[in-house]
């Protein structure tokens, strides 16, 4: 009974550091996503960010 009191419990310390790591990882990501979209310029853009550009055609089309 005792080793399968500790398997259970390897186990669910095993799933909390999934979580854990999950929850990082996706943490990590926004903040990239964020400075990738909203900080970083791209010259394929005219050195703009991607979210600067979106507006500006936005504001072209309303123009046009």
Same mark, same amino acid.
């Given at each position: 009974?005792?080793?399968?009191?500790?398997? !259970?419990?390897?186990?669910?310390?095993?799933?909390?550091? *999934?979580?854990?790591? @999950?929850?990082?990882?996706?943490? %990590?990501?926004? $903040?990239?996503?964020? !400075?990738?979209?909203?900080?970083?310029?791209?010259?394929? *853009?005219?050195?703009? @960010?991607?979210?600067?550009?979106? %507006?500006?055609? $936005?504001?072209?089309?309303?123009?046009?």
């Amino acid at each position: 009974p005792s080793s399968k009191a500790s398997a !259970a419990g390897f186990a669910t310390d095993v799933e909390r550091n *999934i979580v854990q790591v @999950t929850n990082d990882a996706c943490k %990590e990501l926004e $903040k990239w996503r964020d !400075a990738y979209n909203n900080h970083r310029p791209h010259s394929l *853009i005219g050195n703009l @960010t991607p979210s600067e550009f979106v %507006e500006k055609t $936005k504001m072209e089309k309303l123009a046009a």
